[in-house]
């Protein structure tokens, strides 16, 4: 984030937590729209807590506006006093070895592993956002005689924007790792079928549950603000990347990471926009900004 932006992002916030204004409020002040106010406020406070964890804010309330200001006086406070500069992408360097490393601090760390280490591959190779992995069901992973379906499609209901869209497990250590859930989910008997079709699994049951053998909860994310979140998803990836070792991550870096990616392989801004589930050519331009780096990096061990 550029300081210009970094100071009009703390004038939005202060209008947010200081003076109680909605998003509606704050964008029409700066002739912009909610969701681009939410957007730069929300990345400006994970700019904070990259460079040091807001007291008594944990990383999941930054998503929560109530929750924000129940402490608004902590993290102004924070915000003023942050010392930043213009931030790179975190996983800009997530080579091979270092994703194999995550997992296997994951794995080490985790009480869930088999779940965590899958939650995590599925956000890597789908790019889908937490919500719509929250609503993904065992039958949209599995086909009826227990095969994996490479591409599932994800129903209006269950994305963000209720646009019905393909998503694809096409990945061998994604599934991989999704294999290994379930088969542990069969071995304590939860969420089973009487049948063998899906491998003896409920189709219908959510394809990730919590440590409780429970879906992930969708709710509203305010009485104010009807829009659905899933705050227990949220929670539990930010524990996932606390775990992995990935500090400052959280799922939007993934998606951007994700776009990058597939950019690379020669995607263009549609099929980027029909992948992720976007209809702005804007919004996918700003998921594959990157931070311009310094020549003598770029020049560095050419030959």
């Known amino acids: 984030m550029k300081e210009r932006t970094r100071e009009r992002a703390v004038s939005m916030l202060s209008a947010l937590l200081e003076h109680g204004q909605t998003y509606r409020e704050v964008g029409r002040a700066h002739g912009i729209g909610h969701s681009t106010v939410e957007r730069l406020v929300k990345a400006l406070l994970w700019q904070v807590a990259r460079a040091a964890p807001i007291a008594g804010v944990p990383d999941v309330d930054i998503a929560s506006l109530s929750q924000l200001r129940q402490h608004a006086g902590v993290v102004m406070d924070a915000v003023r006093s942050a010392k930043l500069e213009d931030d790179g992408h975190p996983l800009a360097d997530l080579d091979e070895a270092e994703l194999l490393a995550g997992v296997r601090r994951i794995r080490r760390l985790s009480e869930n592993a088999n779940r965590d280490v899958a939650l995590l591959l599925t956000l890597l190779c789908t790019g889908a956002k937490p919500l719509e992995i929250a609503r993904l069901q065992v039958q949209d992973y599995l086909c009826v005689d227990g095969t994996v379906r490479r591409e599932s499609r994800l129903q209006g209901n269950a994305a963000t924007r209720g646009r019905e869209r393909a998503i694809y497990f096409d990945s061998e250590r994604a599934c991989d790792a999704i294999d290994a859930y379930l088969e542990e989910r069969l071995r304590r008997r939860i969420a089973v079928s009487l049948t063998e079709a899906f491998r003896g699994l409920d189709p219908r049951s959510a ?95 050419l030959v």
């Open 207 to 301: 394809l990730f549950l919590t440590e409780s053998g429970k879906p992930f909860r969708v709710r509203a994310r305010s009485p104010d603000d009807p829009r659905p979140t899933c705050p227990v998803l949220l929670a539990t990836f930010a524990g996932i990347f606390r775990r992995a070792g990935w500090r400052g991550v959280n799922t939007q870096h993934v998606r951007r990471l994700f776009a990058q990616r597939v950019a690379g392989k020669g995607a263009d801004k549609q099929q980027l926009g029909e992948l992720l589930g976007l209809t702005s050519e804007r919004s996918v331009k700003r998921l594959l900004e990157r931070r311009q780096r310094p020549l003598l990096d770029l020049v560095k061990d």
